[in-house]
C-alpha cells in the first residue's frame, strides 16, 4: 500500500508541474476569467432577454443570434459618398398583402452621382434631374431584389407622388421603362408592365435592347411572348374573351389588353406579330425526313 500511494503521489506531482518549473496553476480560476467573459454587452443583452421575455438562458442566446442578423441585414449598412439605405418591399411580394406584413429589403441607393447628375442638370433642369435620379433609383432598387412605390420615391426625391406619376408617363413617353411597384404588381390604372415589354418587342427591339428597358431576362419576354400567342391565337378562333380568360388562365385585365395589342399590330401588318403566329414551314432537311421512304417494288418504308 505504501509504494503505490507512493506511486500515485509521484504520477500526480509530474502532472501538476511543468518540465523543470514549479506546480502548474488554474489561470482561469486565479484570475476569474470565466466569469470576467460574462461581463460583457452580449452577455447582458441576453440576460435581458431571459428577464423579460422569460426566456430559458438557450432560447434567449438564440434570439440574441437571430437579432444580431437581424441587424446586419438592415441597420448595419455599408455606404459610400452619395449613397442613402431605404427599406423597400420585395419585389415578389402579391398586391393583397398589406404592407405591414410585406418582407423588406434595405436597399442602397445612390441619390446622388455628381457626374451625370451635374449632366442632366445642366441639359434638362431641375425637372430632368429629378427623373434622372427617378430612373437610376428604381433600377437599383429593382437590381437588389425590391421595388419603390410612388410614394418610396416621393420621400426620397422630397416631391409629391402626383408629380413622381407625372415623371413616370413622361419617362415612358420617351421609350423608357420605369419599374416601380405599381407597374410590376399591375395594381396602377396603366397597362401591366407584360404588355408594355410585349409592345416594345412588336416596335421592332431587340431581346438585349428590352432586358436593358426593363430589367427583364430574355427568358421572361419569351414567357410573357408565348401568353401571348395562346391569347392571340383562340382570339382568332373566335373565342370569347371570357372564354380565353378560363382556358389561358389569365386575368380578365390581362387578357383585354392582349387583344387590344393583337388587334393594334394586326391592322398595321406587324411581321413580327405575322411571324409570331404563323407556324414555321418545315426547311428541306425536315421535309427529306418526313417524305415517305419508297422501297423496292414502290413500298412505302417508315
Do not use: C, W
Amino acid at each position: 500500500m505504501t509504494i503505490g500511494f507512493a506511486i500515485f503521489s509521484s504520477s500526480l506531482k509530474l502532472l501538476t508541474t511543468k518540465r523543470g518549473g514549479p506546480p502548474m496553476v488554474d489561470q482561469q480560476s486565479n484570475y476569474g476569467i470565466l466569469r470576467l467573459k460574462s461581463k460583457n454587452a452580449r452577455s447582458a443583452i441576453i440576460q435581458k432577454l431571459a428577464t423579460d421575455f422569460n426566456l430559458t438562458p438557450i432560447i434567449a442566446e438564440a434570439f440574441y443570434q437571430q437579432f444580431t442578423l437581424y441587424f446586419q441585414e438592415h441597420a448595419n449598412i455599408s455606404l459610400s459618398s452619395g449613397e442613402i439605405a431605404y427599406e423597400a418591399i420585395a419585389a415578389e411580394e402579391p398586391p393583397s398583402k398589406h404592407i405591414r406584413l410585406t418582407r423588406k429589403i434595405t436597399v442602397r441607393l445612390r441619390l446622388i452621382e455628381f457626374n451625370s447628375d451635374l449632366q442632366a442638370l445642366a441639359a434638362y433642369g431641375l425637372a430632368g434631374l429629378r427623373r434622372h435620379r427617378l430612373a437610376r433609383l428604381t433600377k437599383q432598387a429593382y437590381d437588389q431584389g425590391s421595388l419603390l412605390s410612388y410614394e418610396d420615391l416621393a420621400m426620397i426625391l422630397t416631391t409629391s407622388p402626383a408629380t413622381v406619376k407625372r415623371d413616370v408617363y413622361y419617362l415612358r413617353q420617351q421609350g423608357q421603362f420605369i419599374m416601380t411597384r405599381g407597374v410590376k404588381q399591375d395594381m396602377g390604372p396603366g397597362l401591366s408592365h407584360k404588355t408594355i415589354i410585349l409592345d416594345l418587342y412588336f416596335k421592332g427591339y431587340t431581346f438585349s435592347e428590352i432586358e436593358t428597358k426593363t430589367n427583364h431576362s430574355e427568358m421572361s419576354v419569351k414567357r410573357y411572348l408565348a401568353d401571348f400567342l395562346q391569347v392571340a391565337t383562340l382570339y382568332k378562333q373566335e373565342f370569347s374573351p371570357n372564354q380565353i380568360r378560363l382556358i389561358a388562365k389569365k386575368s380578365d385585365r390581362l387578357v383585354r389588353e392582349y387583344i387590344q395589342l393583337y388587334e393594334t399590330y394586326q391592322r398595321q401588318d406587324n411581321q413580327r406579330l405575322i411571324d409570331l403566329l404563323t407556324p414555321a414551314k418545315p426547311g428541306p432537311e425536315a421535309e427529306k425526313k418526313s417524305a415517305p421512304q419508297i422501297g423496292p417494288g414502290g413500298g412505302n418504308h417508315g
